[in-house]
């Protein structure tokens, strides 16, 4: 029956049409981390370990301390209690380095395109910002972040999202660095503009090759990042739980979709008119589902 | 064309019945906890693992099954089958159903459900993102379910009760209305069935490369049009038994023609996708390759060849072995999808909590228990099928 095969055709070109548009046209321009938004280089090489930065973070941001003994609480992941955390990477007893994690801040960020009620942006200034007035607790951003950044409250009956926000009401905003960067001891951490950080990322390396790993991480990976790291040499990032990623994301894919779908409305409208044309020639009328029982009766 | 659809009346509290209103008593009792204590209390959700089993079973799976309710009225009223109308009512009613329970389950999931209906706030409208379209669709749609079912409400209205004169006014603009956003219904079903495959695209480098695929989205929608009529089937034998009456085995017969042409269409994406890609090899070598085999085995190539032949679509048996196969399939591919293939952050794993499978138990109890409460009150079901009637 052509009919039969008309709505399969009709099913098959709304999703096809989408992705023809999705491979011709790709929507918007990606400008990914600009270099005069706020970076943070984090040198591995620096880093003694000290988790300075940790209590820090902890206490300018109010955050709970927790296990049996709380003076003493050595978390072992990022979590809703703990926004940046010192992990240690030990492959021998004399090669091992700390690796400071926290979100990244992505120029290109997961989790502003994927959050269902744009909860998440990229500020100007380069924070990727949260706000839990539109946020609705559906964790698309955890499922989606390539660096297991967002963590949520799951213990708390009015959860928000947690994740570093760059102190950017409590120190941004005065013109201060983030705390983080400004407690450390060693100069591991260090806090400004991108492109000047990429610049001293490069010095460094150039001028300790012996030192560092000939690769700044962050520069490109997924349209580059805010935070930047500088890695011991022999030690891959990987290791470290940086994966060797594309500088194109995964998300770019369901972005284009989303666009060619509803490019000028046109594939969902043609969709309608071409049901809406089968419904009229294919039957002598149409029958919504009242008539039909009001005649039977 | 013409069907007369009438309450069934039958006696509401049998054994099962009084099981499901337990099961969805216990689940609402889980659900106050969650309420007051938070996800953690009552869930295994962790950061590693954010969605579990009412995301993937719950409101993905079940999204997919209710179906039945866009193509059984595609059918009917675009392409003017009028001899499958005794069906849309109830399947409507089945969609309906699964799409208010699909809602209850995304409001007792996401952690500020007091402002789920944000992304709907055109301040917060988000096009980039292929779960913002769902949420939209999943709106709509439920609306349009809702006045799709209408229609054997005032029916009733209009014969007995306070309602009587309001319900003889809105009858006439709905009847009015209907045809239009019946189609409405088709389209936006269209688009967010596709799009609950767009939404795991993102997790490219999380979900197994068997199941991730750049045509997730197709995918997803194909295989939720030809699970349709499946549904539609077992949900009318399983109606047959609740209300004891006789099953049309012709009417369903005919409709099981069509889903092999689905199935075989998903069968060719399936293979294309898996050969473009040069994933052949991944099926062989390890258990995902087994569980991708038996689940495209269950869902396409088994009922594909079964319906395929006369005989088997002659037989009530062999529709709902064919559907149930479908059905079970359909279930495991978007628990495949989801959850099973999923690489969580380092150190982290899921299995459902008893929480998370009460509240699962309340969500399927309440298809059951209000499909016999509405179709015992409303007409949904044809008077001719039963053995002896309506009361």
Known sequence: MPDRRGFLKAAALAAGGGYLAAGTARAEERPGARGDQYAMLNDCTRCVGCRACQTACKRSHDLEKSGADPLHETPTDLNARNLTLIELYKESDTKWSFVKKQCMHCGDASCVSVCIAAAFRKREDGVVDYDPGKCIGCRYCQYACPFNVPTFEYERAAPVIRKCDFCKDIRLAKGEQPWCADVCPVGAIKFGKRSALLREAHARIDGEPNRYASYVYGEKELGGTSVLYLAPKEMGFEKFGFPAYDEATPFHLQEDIQHGIFKYWAPPVALYAGLALIAYSSGRRPHAPADDSKEGA | ?391
């Not at chain 2, 409208?125 to 999943?138: A, I, K, M």
């Not at chain 2, 150190?347 to 109890?365: K, Q, R």
Request: net charge positive.
């Open chain 2, 1 to 391: 064309m013409n069907v007369k659809t009438v309450p069934m009346n039958r006696k509401l509290w049998t054994p099962w019945f009084t099981f499901g209103v337990c099961v969805i008593a216990a689940g609402l009792l889980v659900t106050l906890f969650r309420l007051i204590r938070g996800l953690g209390a009552v869930t295994n959700l962790s950061d590693g693992f954010p969605w579990g089993i009412w995301i993937a079973f719950d409101v993905v799976a079940g999204i997919a099954l209710a179906a039945g309710g866009f193509t059984t009225a595609a059918l009917v009223y675009v392409f003017n089958r009028g001899k499958y109308s005794p069906l849309v009512r109830p399947a409507v009613l089945t969609a309906m159903l699964g799409y208010l329970i699909a809602t209850f389950s995304i409001t007792m999931d996401v952690g500020r459900w007091w402002q789920v209906y944000n992304p709907a706030l055109p301040a917060n409208w988000q096009g980039n993102s292929p779960l913002f379209e769902v949420s939209l669709c999943v709106m709509t749609y439920s609306t349009i379910l809702v006045l799709e079912f209408l229609p054997g409400v005032l029916e009733k209205w209009q014969q007995t009760g306070f309602l009587k004169s309001a319900a003889a006014k809105v009858s006439p603009i709905l009847n009015r209305v209907l045809f239009f956003l019946i189609i409405l219904g088709v389209v936006v079903s269209t688009l967010h069935q596709s799009s609950l495959g767009s939404v795991a695209l993102v997790a490219a480098y999380r979900i197994h490369p068997l199941w991730w695929s750049p045509w997730l989205p197709l995918m997803f929608l194909v295989s939720a049009i030809a699970v349709g009529f499946p549904v539609v089937i077992v949900e009318s034998w399983i109606s047959a038994r609740a209300f004891k009456h006789r099953v049309d085995v012709g009417l369903l017969s005919d409709l099981a023609k069509i889903t092999p042409w689905i199935l075989g269409f998903y069968i060719l994406l399936k293979a294309y996708a898996l050969m473009s890609a040069g994933k052949v090899g991944l099926l062989f070598g390890s258990w995902w390759g087994v569980v991708w085999i038996v689940e495209n085995l269950l869902f396409a190539v088994i009922p594909f060849v079964m319906l395929l032949r006369p005989a088997v679509r002659g037989s009530l048996k062999g529709l709902l072995t064919a559907s149930i196969m479908m059905i079970v399939g359909i279930v495991l591919n978007r628990l495949d999808t989801y959850i099973l293939t999923y690489t969580p952050r380092p150190g982290f794993n899921y299995f459902p909590s008893v929480g998370e499978l009460i509240i699962t138990g309340m969500m399927v109890s309440l298809l059951f228990v209000g499909y016999k409460v509405l179709a015992n009150t409303f007409p949904v079901l044809p008077s001719a099928v039963p053995a002896q009637g309506g009361k």
